[in-house]
């Protein structure tokens, strides 16, 4: 035992070769699953859907192998809530559709691998509350029509490398609170109707982007909080309904 625990609780290894991999969500289950820290699995099973799987375990720090397992479906709060997990484990995620979560409250990890997003419908909060993440490689969501609370609270977030935002619907509060970013990636935005809040409280964003708004009905809050903001591009409002705030408190505005 260490501290009390079991060894066998610290560190988990699954080394079937056609099973699937078992889920411990730590908010309903009766195992002490608090206390894993390491998890290994050299499985190459596969199942359609891990929602909640893996769901605060709190102490979780290092997820390994799971690139041999065709994740698919839904994969909805997989992660969620793992907040000593460092770094985003290497997956396989090319059928799964629904990305909803999946990280939101991992707030000590730094990095993530670059995911296949090529299936995905949503991305919701996927990475909301990362608040040490820095960097997020490029996102080939051109199948997803929901990004909102994306990289909500990535307070360390710095650079995004690109991100197809093509089909995007909504993008409320998509970087809500990314206090660090003072560059955004390229956004192509035909399809977008809900803006709110999109880049509420960026306090290091000097210039708004030029995209496409002539769907959009909401812009409320959107720059909200801007505080470096002196430059926005003249957006397209003809069918906005809701432009309440979006850019109060954005004291450095100029044009």
Request: proline share 4%; with cysteine.
């Amino acid at each position: 035992a260490a501290n009390g625990v079991p060894l066998g609780l610290l560190d988990i290894e699954w080394s079937s070769p056609t099973a699937s991999l078992p889920g411990i969500d730590a908010t309903t289950s009766t195992q002490p699953a608090l206390y894993l820290q390491h998890m290994k699995a050299w499985s190459s099973g596969t199942s359609t859907g891990y929602t909640n799987w893996y769901r605060s375990l709190t102490n979780l720090r290092s997820v390994e192998g799971f690139e041999l397992t065709a994740l698919s479906g839904n994969c909805a709060r997989m992660f969620s809530g793992c907040s000593a997990l460092l770094h985003g484990p290497a997956l396989n995620t090319t059928a799964v559709t629904d990305f909803t979560s999946m990280f939101l409250l991992c707030s000590r990890m730094m990095s993530v691998p670059t995911y296949d997003y090529s299936s995905a419908t949503t991305v919701d909060s996927l990475f909301g509350t990362c608040t040490s993440l820095r960097s997020v490689g490029v996102m080939n969501t051109s199948s997803c029509v929901a990004f909102s609370s994306l990289f909500s609270a990535c307070a360390s977030l710095t650079s995004v490398a690109a991100i197809d935002t093509t089909l995007g619907v909504t993008l409320s509060a998509m970087f809500n609170g990314c206090f660090a970013l003072a560059t955004l990636p390229v956004l192509n935005t035909p399809a977008a109707t809900n803006m709110l809040s999109m880049f509420q409280n960026c306090y290091s964003l000097a210039v708004a982007p030029t995209f496409d708004t002539s769907k959009v009905t909401s812009m409320q809050a959107m720059f909200n909080g801007c505080s470096s903001l002196w430059s926005v591009p003249a957006y397209d409002t003809s069918k906005v309904t809701n432009m309440a705030n979006m850019f109060q408190s954005c004291a450095s505005l100029r044009t």
